[in-house]
């Protein structure tokens, strides 16, 4: 049994896995953290380091038998400092959410008062959100974006600081399509005390390229996962400039908030970002946000309103209370379409999260598979027509033509295993 192939040892898995491929090449993929990773970094997931326990550091593990780990792990750390010029990384993070629960805890004490944006105005579920460890653990209070022009009120964030005196303000989105200005945070942190924290999850690739304003530096601690614009497996990663915080985060991440790393998994973090260090991956980032911009104003330009009126980075945030509908049965329909994006809620909205007025698309992945502007603008073009149509029974199958005739161009072969 050991040493079958999965197609024979476990076909109902392995059907799994088939239809799977299948999916991600016949529709398109929108949801704006996604991506698909190379043929290389698949391999290195899928490598005997699952096999291998290795809590701790390289140079100071607690099992025998790590030499190769610490061979991939000092990789993913050099290539990650050389990235994104930071001294200090940490790239033994599961997620961003782990990466998040160990920065904060490295920093802050039981009961303190931490400053994130709201998540209903685009924040995260682990930057104070009451349903997550972080909003059990400590005090949140949390910043809106400007109702009129939908985006970050700085001067806002700083009446906040100012009034509750957080031991940290937390920096960083999960839909959120304009440029975050890291430099006004830290000022704002200065100036009430505050350690900053910046979670890059979303924009870590943009960053990297220098194709938005960088954290590193300016904030205390960055955070990111590595799977999104960045391009590689699931995970996360920790990123300072401060050699004492460094020694912090390592104690919280293992034996803090983790025991063994997942070595196969930082294996392929190596290999990402040995990718993300070439000049196509350059090349790669600024697409993507050509691709978003085409995108948005193709929508606009059919009459879609979307959040903050536009992008600066790799998602946009579709309003879809002007086609008389909610995000869920938007993104349903999209879904029915073969275009994969999630329901999203906007600033101030009306509905629930569960229902929603908005639909988040994100360019990383259908960049990544080879699509430019003109697709992306047939895009815009085939979501206007299924929402503004909706009474229309044809609209999905057209749609779903429309959608199959674009993945064909551009197959997915090259991103597979066998
Ligand atoms: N789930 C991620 C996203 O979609 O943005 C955040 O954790």
Redesign the pocket.
Known sequence: MLGQYLRNADPAVFQALEAEDKRQSETLEM????NFVSQAVLEAISSTLTNKYAEGYPGRRYYNGCEFADVVETLAIERARQLFGAGFVNVQPHS??QANMAALMAVLEPGAVILGMNLAHGG???HGSPVNFSGRLYRPVGYNVRESDQRIDYDDVARLAREHRPALILAGA??YPRTIDFVRFREIADETGALLMADV??IAGLIATGEHPTSIGVAHITTT?TH?TLRGPRGGMILTTDQELARKIDSRVFPGVQGGPLMHVIAAKAVAFGEALQPSYRTYIQQVKKNAAALADELQKLGAVLVSGGTDNHLLLLDVRSFGTTGDVAADLLHEAGITA?KNGIPYDPHPPRITSGV?LGSPALTTRGLKEDEFREIGRIIVDLLKNLSDENRVPKSRQRVAELARKFPMDRFRLS
């Open positions: 949801i704006a953290s996604e961003g959410a995260h579920l682990t999960s839909a999850a979303h996962t999104k999630n988040r």
